[in-house]
């Protein structure tokens, strides 16, 4: 419990510092971007455009920080309504679909009967994104990802299983965490995100691993309780 509330008191000041410093930074860098864009079009330069496409590419890799910090924001607030998990869902699935097709992956649905809840929708979109993106990334060439959802113990429960080959304990340890990533080109905000999104539905997240795969759990309280 301690160590949960450690990491949602890490996620609000996250958020906080987006706030504070994402605006006079997207100023700077859009600026800084528009200068190369213009250099790189010069045909005197054209030898070196390449560089210039590479500083581009990390400054809209930057900016997309600011994006995540602020969705952290608990200055922005959620518009909840009452909604059902499994039409949020169908909505974003072709989308969601023609991800994992792309990367020779499939997506299957399992959805069961389940109450309304209060939700909004745009943040619960984010998470979907966020976690069924992770999961097509760990699953191998032709496996299948699964998105169930099903009514348990009072609570409305999203799961997202991947067929990768599971999470090692030390890294278990540390998903949450901003800025920690196995990825790449990965920016280490997407599962804070979740996170973020989660605890301001008042939800909890849970995962269960094994060498046959993860599965991300999202618990939301029905109300019934």
């Known amino acids: 419990m301690e160590e949960e509330m ?5 996620l609000k000041l996250i958020g906080q510092m987006g706030v504070g410093i994402s605006h006079e930074f997207r100023n700077s860098i859009t600026t800084v971007r528009g200068f190369i864009q213009m250099l790189s079009g010069r045909s005197e330069l054209s ?3 390449e560089y210039f496409d590479i500083m581009i590419e990390e400054i809209d890799r930057s900016d997309s920080i600011i994006t995540e910090f602020l969705a952290l924001s ?3 607030a ?3 309504k009452k909604d059902n998990i499994n039409t949020c869902i169908n909505r974003i699935f072709p989308m969601i679909h023609a991800g994992a097709y792309n990367d020779g ?3 299957k649905l399992e959805l069961s009967n389940v109450p309304d809840i209060d939700l909004d929708e745009s943040a619960l979109r984010q998470l979907l994104i966020n976690l069924t993106r992770n999961a097509i990334e760990a699953s191998p060439l032709n496996g299948t990802v699964t998105i169930k959802t099903y009514y348990e113990d009072e609570e409305v ?3 997202i299983k991947d ?3 599971g999470i090692e304990e030390t890294i278990l340890k540390e998903i949450g965490t901003p800025f920690f990533t196995t990825k790449e080109s990965g920016t280490g905000m997407g599962l804070v995100i979740c996170y973020s999104i989660a605890e301001r539905h008042n939800a909890k997240i849970t995962i269960d691993t094994g ?3 993860t599965s991300f759990y999202v618990r939301f309280n029905s109300g019934d309780r």
């Open 6 to 10: 450690a990491k949602l008191d890490r």
């Open 47 to 49: 030898q070196i455009k």
């Open 74 to 76: 608990k200055n922005k």
């Open 78 to 80: 959620l518009i909840l």
């Open 105 to 107: 992956k499939d997506i």
């Open 157 to 159: 429960v999203l799961q």
């Open 163 to 165: 067929e990768g080959k």
């Open 211 to 213: 060498l046959n795969g």
